[in-house]
């Protein structure tokens, strides 16, 4: 499989199979269980736990949002690209590593801490998206994106069953640390995980389209920026695209965070939600692939028609 991928595609594709690990166990999964436990040592009833959740993901959203445009306009200059995905990378990998030794019941420093984790890991997912020009040809960047997702799911459940592994046991008391520990386990296993997978990306994935330097490069940018919305009426499919692509990833962003909190003001219990989010991470791999075999058969766009509908009708039984 392996063979079939230039170096570069199978080094941008292996960031994926790193970075995944912390879309599921921080963004989905363990992180919002320990976050709910933790409130509630601190106090907080559990309907307002979920909502400062929310909120969070909302600050963060917004943040990313303001500032995405113009580092979007810098890192097109020549050796930015990297230096940008470098930043966010290490400041979620850190606040990742961080979240194991907030205290137990301190609810608020935990939230502080994944804001920054998140705006990294997002961050960094933003200018990794953006390398796929880089490493690949038009013609192959359906097939490349879509094994970059599906290498995510398959790859992110390795730590992930890890981590589920150790948090039952210590639930249990088969093993001598308390679930609270095991779940504090679970970021560091993210954060190393996250790094080791990235090497590659690192060492191999450099930036071949880029514009060269002139000026001063903040005011250069905020003009391309405006001349950027200034043409974009002349193209209309464009202008459509980023608005259905605001309201479609925003629709996503929150059922992949809020999923787990949700479940757990049902009642769920916090091994059925494990088990069930993993089972979740095995199913998407494969049909990750066979969404990108599909999309050559039939386009991408009505792929993602297909993806969206479906979307619509789980969301809409869940309400």
């Known amino acids: 499989m392996l063979k079939k991928f230039t170096k570069e595609e199978n080094s941008w594709s292996l960031y994926d199979w790193g970075s995944s690990a912390y879309s599921i166990t921080i963004t989905t999964a363990v992180f919002p269980i320990f976050y709910k436990a ?62 194991a030794f907030v205290p137990f019941d301190n609810w608020l420093l935990l939230l502080i801490f994944y804001t920054l984790a998140a705006l990294g ?22 097939k490349v994106s879509s094994r970059g997702y599906s290498l995510g799911y398959i790859g992110s459940t390795i730590p992930f069953l890890l981590s589920i592994v150790i948090i039952l046991l210590a639930q249990r008391e088969i093993i001598p640390i308390s679930s609270t520990n095991a779940s504090r386990i679970a970021f560091v296993i993210t954060a190393v995980w996250w790094v080791i997978f990235s090497i590659p990306m690192f060492k191999n994935v450099k930036q071949i389209h880029f514009v060269e330097k002139e000026g001063n490069l903040i005011v250069e940018s905020f003009k391309r920026l405006g001349n950027t919305f200034k043409e974009i009426r002349q193209y209309r499919t464009v202008f459509l695209f980023l608005l259905a692509y605001f309201f479609y990833i925003d629709g996503v962003g929150t059922i992949i965070s809020m999923s787990t909190a949700y479940g757990s003001d049902l009642g769920l219990s916090a091994t059925s939600l494990l088990i069930v989010l993993f089972a979740t991470q095995v199913v998407a791999g494969p049909f990750a692939l066979l969404y990108g075999k599909l999309a050559s ?21 869940a309400f």
Do not use: Q
């Open 121 to 142: 890991a997002t961050g960094a997912n933003v200018f990794y998206d953006g390398f796929i020009v880089d490493v690949t040809t038009n013609e192959r960047m359906h």
């Open 297 to 317: 058969k039939f386009t991408e766009k009505k792929m993602l028609y297909v993806g969206i509908i479906v979307y619509i009708i789980v969301c809409s039984y």
């Open 38 to 99: 933790s409130a509630t040592a601190g106090g907080v009833d559990a309907a307002d736990s979920t909502a400062y959740l929310g909120y969070t993901i909302a600050i963060f959203t917004f943040i990313l949002a303001l500032i995405g445009p113009i580092l979007g306009t810098i890192a097109d200059y020549r050796g930015m690209k990297k230096k940008f995905f470098t930043f966010f990378f290490v400041l979620g990998v850190t606040f990742t590593t961080m979240l």
